[in-house]
C-alpha cells in the first residue's frame, strides 16, 4: 500500500494563478480531508468528503475547490491564487468505521504564491 | 477563536524520564481526541486517541488522560527516547464519525540523550 500520495511536493505560483493540488489514497477509505499548516499554527480543515460525490467546507474554504469523483482521488484547486495561500498542504483519509478515527496523512504538498 | 490549544510550544526531557503534554479544548461536542506526531517535511502519524466517555487509553508507552469536567487532556511518553523528538498536535474530531479534526497549535518536544 502506496498510503496517502501527494503530488506536487513543491510548486511555485505567482499570484492569480490556478493549480491542482491532487492527492490520492488506496486504502478504500471513503473519508478525505484536507488541511493547511501555517508557521505556528496547527493544520486548519479547509475542505472534506465522506464519499464519492460529497464534499463540504471546514474552517477554511475560501479560495479553495474540492470535487470527488472517485473514492481514490479528492484534487484541491486554487482558482485564483493568492500570497495568503503561502502554506504546506496535507490530505488525509480514514475510515469511519474504526474506532480510534484516526486520519492517515499524506506527505505534503508545499505552496509558495509571490 | 482557538477551540484546541496546546500552550507549551515547546518541552525538553531527559532520555528515560517521562515526557507530559497538555491541551486544552473549549468545545463540549467534541466526540473523541487524538495525538499526532510530526517529523519535519513529513506528514503527521497518528499516536493514539481516546473517546470523550473514556479518561484513559494506554497504548505502549503513550498514554493518553481525559478530564471532562476540566476540558483537559495530556499525553504521557514513558519512558521517553531521542526518536520521540518531533512536534506533537492534539487534535479533537467533531462530526460524522471523525470526518472533520481541529488541531492546537503542536509542542515541540526534545528528548536529550
Known amino acids: 500500500n502506496a498510503g496517502v500520495t501527494q503530488t506536487p511536493k513543491f510548486q511555485v505560483l505567482k499570484t492569480g494563478q490556478s493549480m491542482t493540488l491532487q492527492c490520492a489514497q488506496d486504502m478504500n477509505h471513503e473519508y478525505m480531508s484536507w488541511y493547511r499548516q501555517d508557521p505556528g499554527m496547527g493544520l486548519r480543515l479547509i475542505h472534506y468528503s465522506v464519499g464519492a460525490g460529497i464534499t463540504d467546507q471546514g474552517e477554511v474554504p475560501n479560495g479553495y475547490n474540492v470535487s470527488r469523483s472517485t473514492t481514490e482521488d479528492f484534487p484541491l484547486r486554487l482558482l485564483s491564487a493568492a500570497p495568503s495561500q503561502t502554506s504546506v498542504y496535507f490530505c488525509a483519509s480514514s475510515n469511519p468505521r474504526t474506532n480510534s478515527y484516526e486520519q492517515y496523512f499524506g506527505p505534503g504538498t508545499r505552496l509558495t504564491v509571490t | ?113
Open chain 2, 1 to 113: 477563536d482557538q477551540q484546541v490549544k496546546q500552550n507549551s510550544p515547546s518541552l525538553s526531557v531527559q532520555e528515560g524520564r517521562i515526557s507530559i503534554l497538555n491541551c486544552d479544548y473549549t468545545n463540549s461536542m467534541f466526540d473523541y481526541f487524538l495525538w499526532y506526531k510530526k517529523y519535519p517535511a513529513e506528514g503527521p502519524t497518528f499516536l493514539i486517541s481516546i473517546s470523550s466517555i473514556k479518561d484513559k487509553n494506554e497504548d505502549g508507552r503513550f498514554t493518553v488522560f481525559l478530564n471532562k469536567s476540566a476540558k483537559h487532556l495530556s499525553l504521557h511518553i514513558v519512558p521517553s527516547q531521542p526518536g520521540d523528538s518531533a512536534v506533537y498536535f492534539c487534535a479533537a474530531s467533531w462530526g460524522t464519525s471523525g470526518s472533520r479534526l481541529t488541531f492546537g497549535e503542536g509542542t515541540q518536544l526534545t528528548v536529550n540523550p
